[in-house]
């Protein structure tokens, strides 16, 4: 029988790196794959009629726009409140005489502020459920049930659903390579969420492109107060508002929920072309700006979703994809004293782990188009590039606005 060798230190810090770029992933994929969404009731309490939809809107893509506000309409809500510019209002108002529709109303906020805007159209809403929508969506027209089930729960106060972007059928290589790495962002978020819901209810951001909310909540002057006066420094915030509910449901003990049924699934839009940078590098800095809030300013996280303050907030910290490069290292390092056949059974053994965790989050996209899978080597090199990404983010936290969107602020 042969004596136990001890663990050299290359060994013990692969195992410690390994928990700590793996533990979570383990978790989670099973989390995922219990994870059901809440079904419709037989007896709903909540209809169609119950719900407001408010779109803020600065979009200057008019057939878009008629797009997503036909797709909401054929929901049959009780309203739809769009909040644009004094400079689109006349062009927004005329599409919405040419819909000519009685449940669709205009309204005009003096600067582009999707804050402001949506708290322009709160008091109007007479309804018991909110539903706040980006310009650059389109439902199902099965979406309203399924979204108003959970609130059946008195203590839901705000649910989402999960979503995909819109796929590119023809365009050049680049277009089509930043149309996938979207629709891989768009897949990785729902696979979480979707998890962390299942373990704790938590999540790190619930998604503005359709997040639906009891109205009590939008229409709490405290609410309007913060929501339209938050401040990263000296700076008023313009981007980060659904970061901002999040954590108000958060800190006022409301519960949260997102339905991942086919029928309740949001199709949105997303750059397919080097804007899609800048559209990570303010969600990067709206992340580092939460998380930072959620741990160590309001602090509710801690004990109301202990999974979430580890898997999402504080892991923000130190899960870089460059981790890889180290683990790799560590790997042929710790195996370099065992026998030939053993040294390359435990490298192999390990290279097929790391390519099977780039594909497990995708495994929804692989569902839809097998053919999907030609872009796994776009997406795990723009991995390890998003990490000089986040890097950049956490240093320019003071860029408060919108990067991707040429609009005016205040």
Known sequence: MKEFTPLNWEQWWFIIFFTIRYLRLIVHSIAHWRYKSIPIPNSPTYSNK????????????????????????????????????????????????????RNLRVFQSPVASKRLQVCKAIPFV????????????????TILPWLLAPFEDGKIGG???????????????????????????????????????????????????????????????????????????????????????????????WKTWVQSNR???????????????????????????????????E?????????????????????FAMVDFLLFWLCYRSTSSCEQRVKISLRVAYGIWWLTTKNIKLIGLYKRNLGDIWFLPVSILYGYFHSFIKLYAALTLHETGWGSRMVLES
């Open 126 to 141: 007479e309804t018991s459920i909110t539903v706040m929508v980006d310009d650059d969506v389109t439902w199902p027209s």
């Open 50 to 101: 119950d719900v407001t939809i408010i779109l803020p809107t600065i979009s200057t893509d008019v057939k878009e726009l008629q797009q997503t506000i036909e797709s909401m309409l054929a929901c049959n809500p009780s309203q739809v409140l769009l909040v644009t510019t004094k400079r689109q209002y006349d062009i927004i108002q005329n599409l919405c005489k040419s819909i000519n529709v």
């Open 159 to 253: 649910v989402g659903t999960c979503q995909r972007v819109r796929r590119l059928k023809t365009g050049t290589l680049m277009e089509r390579c930043y149309n996938w790495l979207g629709a891989a962002y768009i897949e990785r978020r729902n696979f979480e969420i979707l998890a962390t819901h299942y373990i704790d209810g938590g999540t790190s951001c619930m998604s503005g492109r359709t997040c639906a909310l009891r109205t009590e909540i939008l229409q709490d002057p405290a609410f309007k107060k913060g929501f339209e006066n938050e401040k990263w420094g000296k700076r008023r915030l313009n981007a980060d508002d659904d970061n901002f509910v999040t954590r108000w449901l958060v800190s006022h003990q």
């Open 299 to 319: 602090r509710y996280i801690w004990r109301q979703q202990p999974w979430c303050t580890y898997a999402l907030h504080l892991t923000m910290f130190i899960n």
């Open 263 to 297: 029928k309740c699934e949001i199709e949105t839009t997303l750059e397919n072309s080097s804007k899609f940078l800048l559209q990570c590098l303010r969600w990067a800095r709206s992340n580092w700006r939460s998380n930072y809030i959620s741990l160590f300013v």
